[in-house]
């Protein structure tokens, strides 16, 4: 299936577009919200400072993600393994993501085809949180991103392999207002790093900042309810000439239509079945564009299983009707 020239520059010129698309069933179920939301072992993706709070020792989980499904016909998955292990007030935790783009025919214009690429999108990274207090929890990650051509075509439309160094910081606060009650704020900053060398052009990594907030009380015995809302801002300058640094800085001035908005909510019986709602707001042309999804979960002992789906409302071509399925153990 043929790529326009604006999907073509949006899903092949940056090789780490995977890290903006989220790659869990939970969050995902609540529209993308995740960074003050309660520790889960995907927690790596959203606010790795989560992990320091979570009430289990350890945790695996494995997501699956056919991406992008009206765009190259089920050939795109994504893939992300994450864990963690706690160790007193602190935690390690790493994943890894990988997302192949299947085969796509790449075209200069509706009538001439460039040839077809195949390519194969990874991350690595490692994190370390710790909390300092009762209340409050921070988080560091290094993550190694990389993009794989496996086509001769690669070299003729420009493009190449690429590998860059990026880094996540996490805060996380959460305080009981009750015995049943909790209130929690997050901040994440995420893909701080160097830029990506494609050619004789230098991008950006996609740096992003996230900002969660979340209640959650007891509604009746058993019965819980949690409220949230999240804020999301691209941190990626127009001037792609700037420096990473001042990049940064330059980008919170950048266009208003560019914030994403995120409200949700999420109910558990007995901690043991979940159902979950969200709303995503937000502009196509510079973001994931709007959106509604719903989701839901089970807990069976140590193991958990979430499924969600995305119904588009303006969102992005890539994201319409997608289906995100997890799995996870803990210990």
Same mark, same amino acid.
């Given at each position: 299936?043929? @790529? ?24 995902? !179920?609540?529209?993308? /919200? ?6 889960? *072992?995907?927690?790596?993706?959203? &606010? ?12 695996? #989980? ?16 994504? @893939?992300?393994?994450?864990? @963690? ?17 299947? &085969? ?7 009538? $001439?085809?460039? !040839? ?16 300092? !207090? ?15 051509? $496996?086509? +001769? &075509?690669?070299? %003729? $439309? ?34 701080? #790093? /160097?830029? *990506?060398?494609? #050619? ?8 992003? /900042? ?33 420096? %990473?640094?001042?990049? @940064?800085?330059?980008?919170? !001035? ?16 007995? +901690? ?5 709602? #969200? ?31 995305? /119904?588009?409302?303006?969102? &992005? ?15």
């Amino acid at each position: 299936m043929a @790529f326009s020239p604006a999907l073509f520059a949006q899903y092949y010129n940056n090789p780490a577009l995977q890290e903006v698309i989220a790659p869990d069933a939970r969050a995902a !179920g609540m529209a993308d /919200m995740g960074v003050a939301t309660s520790p889960d *072992v995907f927690s790596q993706h959203w &606010n790795l400072a989560k992990y320091a709070f979570s009430k289990d020792t350890g945790a695996v #989980g494995l997501s699956y993600t056919p991406w992008a499904l009206r765009i190259n016909q089920f050939s795109s998955p994504l @893939f992300y393994l994450a864990g @963690f292990y706690k160790i007193g007030q602190q935690a390690i935790s790493a994943s890894v993501r990988y997302l192949s783009d299947g &085969n796509a025919t790449v075209r200069d214009a509706p009538e $001439n085809a460039d !040839g077809s690429l195949v390519r194969a999108r990874y991350s690595f990274d490692l994190g370390y949180s710790h909390t300092w !207090g009762k209340y409050i929890s921070l988080g560091l990650a290094l993550r190694y991103i990389a993009s794989d051509f $496996n086509s +001769e &075509n690669a070299a %003729v $439309n420009g493009l190449s392999n690429t590998g860059a160094l990026a880094g996540d910081i996490g805060f996380y606060f959460r305080y009981p207002s009750k015995k049943t009650n909790e209130f929690a704020l997050g901040l994440s900053l995420k893909n701080m #790093g /160097m830029k *990506v060398t494609e #050619g004789s052009t230098k991008r950006y990594l996609p740096m992003a /900042m996230n900002i969660g907030f979340r209640y959650s009380w007891l509604l009746l015995p058993q019965h819980q309810l949690a409220i949230g809302l999240d804020i999301n801002k691209p941190l990626v300058p127009k001037d792609q000439t700037k420096t %990473v640094f001042s990049g @940064f800085f330059a980008a919170f !001035g950048n266009n208003i239509r560019e914030w994403g908005v995120s409200g949700a909510l999420e109910y558990s019986f007995m +901690e043991r079945f979940f159902a979950r709602a #969200g709303y995503h707001l937000g502009d196509k042309d510079y973001a994931l564009g709007s959106y509604f999804s719903a989701g839901l979960g089970a807990k069976w002992y140590q193991f958990s299983l979430d499924a969600s789906y995305l /119904m588009s409302t303006h969102a &992005n071509e890539a994201l319409t009707n997608t289906v995100r399925i997890g799995i996870q153990y803990a210990f």
